[in-house]
């Protein structure tokens, strides 16, 4: 059974950087693309960015110039690098990738940017 290992959250000041990375380890198939969502206390669960496999890469708008997504196929591997930040990107980071039998989703990991 394939799962999703997220690192790289923490903690950073305003303006400061972090990059997150997702290996998925096992037999995962063939993969459509990769995401990483975000969700804040109170709030839903919302797109940061995605990639497929083909290297197309889509923005939520509030992160756009900021935030990097990247992969390595041959890793199946996802990397989210992550500038400029602010507080309200303060949140739970998960990894998602869409197979084609199915999704998966990372344990989550919290990024917290305060002074």
């Known amino acids: 059974q394939a799962q999703l290992v997220e690192s790289g959250g923490g903690l950073v000041q305003p303006g400061g950087s972090l990059r997150l990375s997702c290996a998925a380890s096992?037999?995962?198939?063939?993969?459509?693309?990769m995401a990483w969502f975000r969700q804040a206390p109170g709030n839903q669960r919302e797109l940061v960015a995605r990639i497929t496999t083909g290297l197309s890469t889509n923005y939520a708008d509030s992160v756009k110039g900021r935030f990097t997504i990247s992969r390595d196929n041959a890793k199946n591997t996802v990397y989210l690098q992550m500038n400029s930040l602010k507080p309200e990107d303060t949140a739970v980071y998960y990894c998602?990738?869409?197979?084609?039998?199915?999704?998966?989703w990372g344990q989550g990991t919290q990024v917290t940017v305060s002074s």
């Open positions: 998602y990738v869409q197979t084609t039998l199915r999704t998966y």
């Open positions: 096992g037999t995962i198939g063939s993969i459509f693309f």
